[in-house]
């Protein structure tokens, strides 16, 4: 999966970023846990595609409303398989 944040997502990614010293990724795997809690997200039950459909909105709707931006040269999808070496 590739996702492209908006210039404003990216810069609030970099402010926490900045305030915080952490990776990025690490920051949004925190900001998508606390997520998956508050909407009670089991990641071993499977999901369908409309599951999959409203994860994606609801991402959306995150970015948008929390303006997180990853920056120049900074994918999503960099930042998963960054995660999967962890």
Same mark, same amino acid.
């Not at 970099?14 to 846990?33: D, F, K, S, T, Y």
């Not at 994860?55 to 920056?71: D, P, S, T, W, Y």
């Given at each position: 999966?590739?996702?492209?944040?908006?210039?404003?997502?990216?810069?609030?990614?970099?402010?926490?970023?900045?305030?915080?010293?952490?990776?990025?990724?690490?920051? #949004?795997? !925190?900001? #998508?846990?606390?997520?998956?809690?508050?909407?009670?997200?089991?990641?071993?039950?499977?999901?369908?595609? %409309? %599951?999959?459909? !409203?994860?994606?909105?609801?991402?959306?709707?995150?970015?948008?409303?929390?303006?997180?931006?990853?920056?120049?040269?900074?994918?999503?999808?960099?930042?998963?398989?960054?995660?999967?070496? #962890?």
């Amino acid at each position: 999966m590739n996702v492209k944040l908006t210039p404003h997502a990216a810069e609030l990614l970099e402010a926490v970023r900045a305030q915080r010293q952490e990776e990025p990724e690490l920051i #949004l795997e !925190q900001a #998508l846990e606390a997520f998956a809690q508050e909407r009670h997200v089991d990641a071993e039950r499977p999901v369908s595609g %409309d %599951d999959q459909q !409203q994860a994606v909105r609801e991402m959306i709707e995150f970015v948008k409303q929390n303006r997180v931006h990853l920056g120049p040269g900074i994918s999503v999808r960099d930042l998963i398989h960054e995660g999967h070496r #962890l």
